[in-house]
């Protein structure tokens, strides 16, 4: 599993993030021609490679044209929801908006669809709210996570005067959030942009347990010396075979067994990383049959959940195990243009093993319209060559 974790030691601003992503592998043509698609003339956009306190960094700027007039939120809702995105990047982009007017409104006492941002503001909010969600999704991540998000202090300039870090409607849009304090951050680290973003793509603290794969900074405005201001980002995979997990185990005899697959599918949603049954002999003469699950430590109680709502059980039982598993990473080959399977590579002692994901497997053969077995057996062969394949 691909994941994603946002350092926010020195905070999150969108200009930021669009350069961490950049600086981990997002094509910068993309961004560059993000304006046009949204319909936003006469932005320029400047991508640099910089150094912030001594640490290599990845600068974003957009050069907006002046408008004497400015938007309401519920303006920028309405232009992401009619942009040339996925659902999933529009309905996270209108989500943050709204949370931005939500604040934006708390603070000043309006409505929040009404909440006024100058053109400049306005067209730059869009951009980087837009461009950070869509940003990973090109990065191709299951899932995002984050590290506790600098505030900054001191004092910020606002249109009516000096407010204090973090600023209301930061402070109102990091509500629940994890956050850090006394460090080397001054002025104002986290912006109501870098806020928003972390509650619609956020899943929270990361795993325990992950493999780096690459990393990534994206440059703030200013420079000091001391510290760098930049946010970092981490490319990794989640280690799931490594540590400690927890199984749970139950015993039914009152449940269709054509309920079986709904309910792995759901534990599997819930954390699970396996999910086994099995016919059991119950008391009375009764048949029935075992569900044994591993879950993940952190993931117990979720999986302990969809196991009282999607079964029939009335009581579970739980034990804390130690799991001793082989390495392993996943690789995706390309079985024509459209279609791709990910494979698990095991890392034994004496080599590597092969493991195509059976539910690509299944896709890719409907696409090809080939045996399941000859579309596993194909992955495995290419997956063999893409590992074997010396590095450049």
Same mark, same amino acid.
């Given at each position: 599993?691909?994941?994603?974790?946002?350092?926010?030691?020195?905070?999150?601003?969108?200009?930021?993030?669009?350069?961490?992503?950049?600086?981990?592998?997002?094509?910068?043509?993309?961004?560059?021609?993000?304006?046009?698609?949204?319909?936003?003339?006469?932005?320029?956009?400047?991508?640099?490679?910089?150094?912030?306190?001594?640490?290599?960094?990845?600068?974003?700027?957009?050069?907006?044209?002046?408008?004497?007039?400015?938007?309401?939120?519920?303006?920028?809702?309405?232009?992401?929801?009619?942009?040339?995105?996925?659902?999933?990047?529009?309905?996270?982009?209108?989500?943050?908006?709204?949370?931005?007017?939500?604040?934006?409104?708390?603070?000043?006492?309006?409505?929040?669809?009404?909440?006024?941002?100058?053109?400049?503001?306005?067209?730059?909010?869009?951009?980087?709210?837009?461009?950070?969600?869509?940003?990973?999704?090109?990065?191709?991540?299951?899932?995002?996570?984050?590290?506790?998000?600098?505030?900054?202090?001191?004092?910020?300039?606002?249109?009516?005067?000096?407010?204090?870090?973090?600023?209301?409607?930061?402070?109102?849009?990091?509500?629940?959030?994890?956050?850090?304090?006394?460090?080397?951050?001054?002025? &104002? #680290?986290?912006?109501?942009?870098?806020? @928003?973003? %972390?509650?619609?793509? +956020?899943?929270? !603290?990361?795993?325990? /347990? $992950?493999?780096?794969?690459?990393?990534?900074?994206?440059?703030?405005?200013?420079?000091?010396?001391?510290?760098?201001?930049?946010?970092?980002?981490?490319?990794?995979?989640?280690?799931?075979?490594?540590?400690?997990?927890?199984?749970?185990?139950?015993?039914?005899?009152?449940?269709?067994?054509?309920?079986?697959?709904?309910?792995?599918?759901?534990?599997?949603?819930?954390?699970?990383?396996?999910?086994?049954?099995?016919?059991?002999?119950?008391?009375?003469?009764?048949?029935?049959?075992?569900?044994?699950?591993?879950?993940? &430590? #952190?993931?117990?109680?979720?999986?302990? @959940?969809? %196991?009282?709502?999607? +079964?029939?059980? !009335?009581?579970?039982? /739980? $034990?804390?195990?130690?799991?001793?598993?082989?390495?392993?990473?996943?690789?995706?080959?390309?079985?024509?243009?459209?279609?791709?399977?990910?494979?698990?590579?095991?890392?034994?002692?004496?080599?590597?093993?092969?493991?195509?994901?059976?539910?690509?497997?299944?896709?890719?053969?409907?696409?090809?319209?080939?045996?399941?077995?000859?579309?596993?057996?194909?992955?495995?062969?290419?997956?063999?060559?893409?590992?074997?394949?010396?590095?450049?």
């Amino acid at each position: 599993m691909r994941i994603a974790i946002l350092d926010p030691a020195a905070g999150i601003s969108g200009d930021m993030t669009l350069g961490a992503l950049l600086a981990v592998g997002v094509p910068a043509s993309w961004l560059e021609e993000l304006p046009g698609r949204l319909g936003l003339e006469g932005v320029a956009v400047a991508i640099r490679d910089v150094s912030r306190s001594s640490v290599g960094c990845t600068r974003v700027q957009f050069t907006i044209p002046e408008q004497p007039h400015g938007r309401h939120v519920g303006e920028l809702v309405r232009l992401v929801e009619h942009a040339p995105v996925s659902d999933w990047v529009k309905q996270r982009a209108a989500r943050a908006f709204q949370m931005i007017g939500e604040a934006e409104g708390r603070v000043h006492g309006v409505p929040p669809e009404k909440v006024h941002l100058h053109e400049v503001g306005a067209v730059d909010a869009v951009l980087d709210v837009v461009g950070a969600i869509e940003g990973f999704e090109l990065l191709g991540v299951e899932a995002v996570y984050h590290w506790p998000v600098a505030l900054g202090s001191g004092w910020v300039e606002a249109t009516h005067g000096r407010l204090p870090v973090p600023a209301p409607a930061t402070a109102i849009l990091l509500e629940g959030l994890e956050v850090a304090t006394g460090g080397p951050v001054e002025g &104002e #680290a986290t912006t109501p942009t870098g806020a @928003a973003l %972390l509650r619609v793509l +956020s899943a929270g !603290a990361p795993p325990e /347990r $992950w493999r780096m794969v690459r990393s990534g900074w994206g440059a703030g405005g200013r420079d000091p010396k001391h510290y760098p201001n930049a946010l970092r980002l981490l490319v990794a995979e989640q280690a799931a075979e490594a540590g400690r997990v927890v199984l749970l185990a139950t015993d039914v005899d009152d449940m269709s067994p054509e309920y079986v697959e709904p309910l792995r599918q759901a534990l599997t949603a819930a954390g699970a990383l396996d999910v086994e049954t099995w016919p059991v002999q119950m008391k009375k003469g009764r048949a029935g049959f075992r569900i044994e699950v591993v879950a993940p &430590e #952190a993931a117990a109680d979720a999986v302990t @959940a969809a %196991l009282f709502r999607h +079964s029939t059980t !009335a009581g579970v039982r /739980r $034990w804390v195990a130690e799991r001793a598993t082989l390495p392993r990473h996943q690789v995706t080959v390309q079985l024509a243009p459209e279609v791709s399977v990910r494979v698990k590579v095991l890392e034994q002692p004496e080599g590597v093993r092969m493991k195509p994901e059976y539910d690509d497997v299944l896709a890719a053969a409907r696409a090809l319209g080939r045996p399941p077995l000859e579309v596993a057996r194909a992955a495995e062969r290419d997956a063999e060559a893409l590992v074997a394949k010396p590095k450049e």
